[in-house]
């Protein structure tokens, strides 16, 4: 079996588990469960790390226990659910960042990156009308050296707002796809 079609199990409304264990499963769609409101137990061990799954695909149902060998794939269910994989201390389902901490400490990097380069570029530019003909090829290259500096930081802004989508802090949420790949 390698796709979950759109509610698979339509008429089994009564099941109770199910195991995926071993099957090279590649895609799940996000309404696969939607007809199981009884369905306690699922097991995905060792099935692909790589597939394309949504984020709470089981949120119309009342698992009770998760079993997988990818943590990736606890993400699946609701954050109350039970999951059999250890989470690493670096992963997390809803957050790009691990801990609080280091969304802030890249806050005040990036912040810091920005704001230094802003008023080292506008004292530079004060100075280059003022500067000699010797000196203006030196305020040339520190004005571009900030600018460069400048753009170093957005990919730290890109990080930030991606987290914020990603949280649904933002007009773009919704359902959001959760990439399955990775270290198991």
């Given amino acids: 079996m390698t796709v979950l079609h759109r509610r698979v199990f ?9 195991n995926f264990s071993y099957n090279p ?31 709470q ?4 149902t ?11 794939h606890c993400c699946l269910a609701q954050t109350k659910t039970p999951c059999s994989a250890r989470r690493p201390w670096y992963f997390s389902c809803f957050d790009i960042f691990p801990t609080p901490e280091h969304k802030t400490m890249l806050k ?13 570029f506008v004292l530079q530019a004060y100075s280059f009308s003022k500067a000699t ?24 802004i890109v990080l930030l707002l991606a987290d914020m ?8 949420g919704g359902i959001i796809g959760i990439p399955a790949c990775g270290a198991g």
């Fill in 108 to 120: 005040c990097i990036s912040t810091l990156i920005i704001v230094s380069n802003i008023f080292s």
């Fill in 62 to 72: 009342d698992l009770t226990y998760l079993e997988v060998s990818n943590y990736h």
């Fill in 133 to 156: 003909e010797k000196s203006k090829p030196f305020g040339v290259l520190v004005m571009a050296i900030n600018l460069q500096d400048i753009l170093c930081a957005f990919p730290f």
């Fill in 25 to 55: 499963i590649m895609e799940m769609f996000f309404d696969s469960f939607d007809d199981l409101p009884h369905l306690k137990i699922v097991s995905l061990l060792n099935i692909s790390h790589c597939f394309t799954m949504q984020q």
């Fill in 57 to 60: 695909i089981f949120s119309k």
């Fill in 165 to 172: 989508i990603q949280n649904g802090k933002s007009f773009l």
């Fill in 10 to 18: 339509g008429n089994l409304e009564q099941l109770k588990s199910v």
